[in-house]
């Protein structure tokens, strides 16, 4: 099946270190890629959908300014956290749609994740 | 978004079939229902899904009622590989098909 590759798996960085976030469709173009963030024991929460050529959507209460997202390529985007500070260590999920067909009939496929910490 | 209801969580015995609910009494005529699981420290992945009609895959059987206001995920024989936190989504064609996630239930499967 098709694969999304996530990268890296795991960072720890420094408070007021930027962390960029790398999401790759190995086998297939997106057109559309979403980006969420996890916290222990919590469901998914979706942060921003991210369409290749365009400027992504933010959902409310997510600061785009601290959350940059480019999605340059139909098979590459990528979730930069500028200025960490410790409450932004997360579990960070990246997803991506295959291009060729209508996506509410279309499985999404999941990225492995990051597990951001921020000391 | 049509919201969905599952419970919190549910346990089942290795080996014997696991029925996982799922309420969308406000589910529209054009939302597919989506099924994916997460197992632990890792990123979601899909089940199955289907619109009006029951499915099967390897993984599992999606069971739909007939007024679509709810269906059933039915793993057929858990295995410890099957705990996990199962969600249930709606997805409909407009909206950007974006995804997002209820609390899902947590499967515990006892060997």
Redesign the interface.
């Known amino acids: 099946g098709a694969v999304v590759s996530q990268h890296p798996s795991r960072v720890i960085c420094k408070s007021g270190t930027s962390v960029k976030i790398e999401c790759r469709s190995l086998d297939f173009q997106a057109t559309t890629m979403f980006w969420y963030r996890q916290f222990p024991k919590k469901s998914l929460m979706l942060m921003a959908t991210s369409n290749e050529g365009s400027k992504a959507t933010y959902e409310q209460g997510v600061e785009k300014d601290k959350f940059l997202i480019n999605h340059a390529s139909l098979t590459l985007s990528t979730l930069t956290v500028t200025s960490a500070h410790p409450e932004d260590s997360s579990f960070y999920i990246c997803s991506a749609q295959d291009a060729g067909g209508p996506t509410s009939n279309t499985e999404a496929f999941f990225g492995q994740g990051t597990r951001l910490t921020v000391v | 978004d049509a919201k969905t209801t599952q419970p919190n969580s549910m346990e089942s015995n290795e080996e014997e079939p696991v029925h996982l609910p799922c309420n969308h009494s406000t589910i529209s005529g054009?939302?597919?229902i989506?099924w994916?699981r997460?197992l632990p420290?890792?990123?979601?992945?899909?089940v199955i899904?289907g619109?009006t009609s029951n499915v099967n895959n390897r993984m599992a059987s999606l069971a739909i009622a007939e007024d679509r206001k709810s269906s059933t995920l039915i793993l057929h024989r858990a295995t410890l590989r099957d705990a996990a936190?199962y969600?249930c989504i709606l997805?409909?064609?407009y909206n950007?098909?974006?995804?997002?996630?209820?609390?899902?239930t947590r499967l515990t499967v006892k060997p």
């Not at chain 2, 950007?96 to 899902?104: T, V």
């Open positions: 054009t939302d597919y989506h994916y997460q420290s890792q990123g979601p992945e899909y899904h619109l936190v969600y997805r409909a064609w950007n098909n974006d995804m997002r996630f209820g609390a899902g």
